[in-house]
């Protein structure tokens, strides 16, 4: 069955950045994109970059360009993102999801706080 | 970018209502628009992909309908498992973009 399993929860300072991994199983890892979606508490989903498996080709939303990267690692099925110069209202939690979003991770709540 | 507007951004129902959540969009997008339902501190779930195909395993009493532009998302009986907050997605183009979610209390 396919599978993503994301890391875990991260509280970081301003300024500092954050890598949240999201590994794959169940499926060929390079047929299929991963989204990266974020939810601030509250608040409602907001898709922030895709990146090909296949690839590596990316696309961003143009608030996080520049300050998020998203890398694949095929060898062992997994996604990251990075996102740098937190600030509080960075403080969410940030799901991968399979292209198609029929699969999603778990979740890692990423903190910002001083 | 493709902006999303769903409406209403919440609504209250009762246990047998039909409901109906709209979203439409700045520009078209042709079917490639999903619907998911999302609980309070739960993953969203994927109710219906390319405008109007269930997923496999949702209730029939959930369909959605449109294309282009305007896009709909009923559900036929609503019970009581079904109050949450719902989302439209746009995969026609990047940016993706969210609509700004329903949530659907009870009354």
């Known amino acids: 069955q396919v599978q993503l399993v994301q890391s875990g929860a991260e509280v970081k300072k301003p300024g500092a950045s954050v890598k949240v991994s999201c590994k794959a199983s169940?499926?060929?890892?390079?047929?299929?994109?991963i989204s990266w979606v974020r939810q601030a508490p509250g608040q409602g989903l907001e898709w922030m970059a895709w990146i090909s498996a296949y690839n590596g080709d990316t696309k961003y939303a143009q608030k996080f360009q520049g300050r998020v990267t998203m890398t694949t690692d095929t060898s062992t099925s997994t996604a990251y993102m990075e996102l740098r110069s937190l600030r509080s209202d960075d403080t969410a939690v940030y799901y991968c999801?399979?292209?198609?979003?029929?699969?999603w991770g778990q979740g890692t709540l990423v903190t910002v706080s001083s | 970018d493709i902006q999303m507007t769903q409406s209403p951004s919440a609504m209250s129902a009762s246990v047998g209502d039909r409901v109906t959540i709209t979203c439409r969009a700045s520009q078209g997008i042709s079917n490639y628009l999903v619907w998911f339902q999302q609980k309070p501190g739960k993953v969203p779930k994927r109710l219906i992909y390319a405008a109007s195909s269930l997923q496999s395993g949702v209730p029939s009493r959930f369909s959605g309908s449109g294309s282009g532009t305007e896009f709909t998302l009923t559900i036929s009986s609503l019970q009581p498992e079904d109050f949450a907050t719902y989302y439209c997605?746009?995969?026609?183009?990047?940016?993706?973009?969210f609509g700004q979610g329903t949530k659907v209390e009870i009354k």
């Open positions: 169940g499926y060929t890892f390079t047929s299929y994109g």
């Open positions: 999801a399979r292209a198609g979003f029929e699969y």
């Open positions: 997605l746009q995969h026609n183009s990047y940016p993706l973009a």
